[in-house]
């Protein structure tokens, strides 16, 4: 048995017996998404309940189960705090039994290092290799910068989640204790894309030209980009999260990354959420590489690659091209994410582009998503200064550079037909339109 294998198993010890090293008031963090350490978090609730601690805080991005901290019966017992609040935690929030992070993503590490002293660290690692070195697989964006403070590290080690490749490591001299619990990740299932998706997917991939480098994002428009890629050559990657279609793009030799100007011939991100095929295509992988998010999303590092294309969605813009991406009116929905920093770092990229995307209407046609100003109260995510390219099923409009008639025109021009009329009429009272 070598040194750190005895190591191991000095430190190993159940979920149970981990929990009992919370206390009242501790404030704990994990890292992002599928980081969450499922045994860990579901017993200290049920401790939370049973022994009616109270005044934890814990503190995530991107909660991917209906944990039981999240339940109306642990308000005042786990309160989570959300740094992108995720569709199982939305009611939480909305309901002011959660309370919610605004950020940047790119900043988040060093939040944690400046701003933040947890009492506990916990993740979900790979298991160990030969070295000592465990790997935090698919959450790579953050836990080196919580890890940087916490006074105490747990792990909970489970033989589901892939080994990565890059920098997000911890090594057992650096934990407290740690358990063994494996669970299956989730899996995102992938929903068929809609005749809108396609569109708009199709539209967008006209402008991507060979040997770009992309970002792409969640949900239907993105993945209907990613399909519509399959003609294309020598793309590369480079995104805050890695998603299916991309092993689809790299299994069909369109993603090479030898175009790249940074990190030549590796696909890079920070996390992965999908199928239990991409966890199994990232394993052990060396022509995949994952980063914490102040070096995949600072603005800067994007800028780096020639043709960097970010594609991301919003909820609604209004005529300035001012858009709205985390909340309908004041009520939190998700969060600024990385939408920010892929729209200013493809800003800074020689031949960049940075596509917005929504349907142009809500509720059957009945709602415009492009109005004269945004929703009272609602949250500015990308400023019109930042903004780029929106896009909707009637088309893209490019708003840098254009001034504030020309923006108004454009917006007004791939809004839904039924619409327009009174868009115009808004634009005209406001001296939007000349």
Same mark, same amino acid.
């Given at each position: 048995?070598?040194?750190?294998?005895?190591?191991?198993?000095?430190?190993?010890?159940?979920? &149970?017996?981990?929990?009992?090293?919370?206390?009242?008031?501790?404030?704990?963090?994990?890292?992002?998404?599928?980081?969450?350490?499922?045994?860990? $978090?579901?017993?200290?609730?049920?401790?939370?309940?049973?022994?009616?601690?109270?005044?934890?805080?814990?503190?995530?991005?991107?909660?991917?189960?209906?944990?039981?901290?999240?339940?109306?019966?642990?308000?005042?017992?786990?309160?989570?705090?959300?740094?992108?609040?995720? *569709?199982?935690?939305?009611?939480?929030?909305?309901?002011?039994?959660?309370?919610?992070?605004?950020?940047?993503?790119?900043?988040?590490?060093?939040?944690?290092?400046?701003?933040?002293?947890?009492?506990?660290?916990?993740?979900?690692?790979?298991?160990?290799?030969?070295?000592?070195? %465990?790997?935090?697989?698919?959450?790579?964006?953050?836990?080196?910068?919580?890890? =940087?403070?916490?006074?105490?590290?747990? /792990?909970?080690?489970?033989?589901?989640?892939?080994?990565?490749?890059?920098?997000?490591?911890?090594?057992?001299?650096?934990?407290?204790?740690?358990?063994?619990?494996?669970?299956?990740?989730? &899996?995102?299932?992938?929903?068929?894309?809609?005749?809108?998706?396609?569109?708009?997917?199709?539209?967008?991939?006209?402008?991507?030209?060979?040997?770009?480098?992309?970002?792409?994002?969640?949900?239907?428009?993105?993945?209907?980009?990613?399909? !519509?890629?399959?003609?294309?050559?020598?793309? *590369?990657?480079? =995104?805050?999260?890695?998603?299916?279609?991309?092993?689809?793009?790299?299994?069909?030799?369109?993603?090479?990354?030898?175009?790249?100007?940074?990190?030549?011939?590796?696909?890079? !991100? =920070?996390? !992965?959420?999908? =199928?239990?095929?991409?966890?199994?295509?990232?394993?052990?992988?060396?022509?995949?590489?994952?980063?914490?998010?102040?070096?995949?999303?600072?603005?800067?590092?994007?800028?780096?690659?020639?043709?960097?294309?970010?594609?991301?969605?919003?909820?609604?813009?209004?005529? /300035?091209?001012?858009?709205?991406?985390?909340?309908?009116?004041?009520?939190?929905?998700?969060?600024?994410?990385?939408?920010?920093?892929?729209?200013?770092?493809?800003?800074?990229?020689?031949?960049?582009?940075?596509?917005?995307?929504?349907?142009?209407?809500?509720?059957?046609?009945?709602?415009?998503?492009?109005?004269?100003? /945004?929703?009272?109260?609602?949250?500015?995510?990308?400023?019109?200064?930042? $903004?780029?390219?929106?896009?909707?099923?009637?088309?893209?409009?490019?708003?840098?550079?254009?001034?504030?008639?020309?923006?108004?025109?454009?917006?007004?021009?791939?809004?839904?037909?039924? %619409?327009?009329?009174?868009?115009? %009429?808004?634009?005209?009272?406001?001296? /939007?339109?000349?």
């Amino acid at each position: 048995m070598s040194k750190w294998q005895e190591m191991y198993k000095q430190k190993l010890t159940s979920a &149970e017996e981990i929990v009992k090293k919370i206390k009242s008031g501790d404030v704990c963090c994990c890292p992002s998404a599928l980081g969450e350490p499922a045994a860990i $978090v579901e017993t200290l609730a049920e401790r939370a309940l049973r022994e009616d601690l109270r005044g934890i805080t814990h503190h995530m991005l991107l909660a991917c189960r209906k944990w039981k901290y999240l339940s109306p019966e642990l308000a005042g017992r786990i309160t989570h705090v959300a740094w992108f609040t995720s *569709g199982a935690a939305r009611p939480a929030v909305q309901e002011g039994r959660a309370d919610y992070m605004p950020n940047f993503y790119h900043e988040v590490p060093r939040y944690w290092r400046e701003y933040r002293e947890p009492d506990v660290f916990y993740a979900m690692v790979s298991p160990m290799d030969k070295h000592g070195y %465990f790997s935090f697989g698919v959450a790579a964006s953050e836990p080196r910068a919580q890890m =940087s403070r916490a006074k105490k590290i747990f /792990l909970e080690v489970n033989q589901y989640m892939p080994r990565i490749h890059g920098s997000a490591f911890v090594h057992i001299s650096e934990v407290d204790a740690l358990c063994e619990a494996h669970i299956p990740l989730p &899996e995102l299932p992938s929903e068929p894309l809609s005749e809108i998706d396609i569109i708009m997917g199709n539209s967008i991939a006209e402008m991507i030209p060979d040997g770009a480098t992309i970002q792409l994002g969640i949900g239907g428009i993105p993945n209907a980009v990613g399909k !519509a890629l399959m003609s294309k050559k020598d793309l *590369g990657i480079h =995104s805050e999260m890695f998603t299916d279609s991309m092993v689809d793009l790299i299994e069909a030799g369109v993603v090479t990354n030898k175009k790249k100007n940074i990190n030549t011939g590796k696909s890079v !991100a =920070s996390f !992965a959420f999908g =199928s239990r095929r991409m966890y199994d295509y990232l394993d052990d992988n060396p022509g995949v590489e994952f980063h914490p998010v102040d070096y995949v999303n600072e603005p800067t590092i994007i800028g780096l690659n020639d043709n960097f294309i970010s594609i991301n969605a919003c909820l609604e813009v209004d005529l /300035l091209g001012q858009v709205c991406s985390e909340s309908i009116g004041p009520k939190n929905f998700s969060g600024t994410g990385g939408q920010v920093d892929f729209v200013r770092g493809a800003n800074r990229s020689k031949g960049g582009k940075a596509f917005i995307a929504m349907y142009s209407t809500a509720k059957n046609n009945t709602i415009s998503k492009i109005k004269p100003m /945004l929703t009272e109260g609602a949250v500015v995510t990308t400023s019109k200064n930042d $903004v780029d390219y929106i896009v909707t099923e009637y088309g893209i409009a490019k708003l840098k550079g254009k001034t504030a008639s020309e923006r108004a025109k454009a917006l007004i021009a791939i809004a839904h037909p039924n %619409f327009r009329e009174e868009l115009t %009429f808004a634009a005209r009272k406001m001296n /939007l339109v000349i």
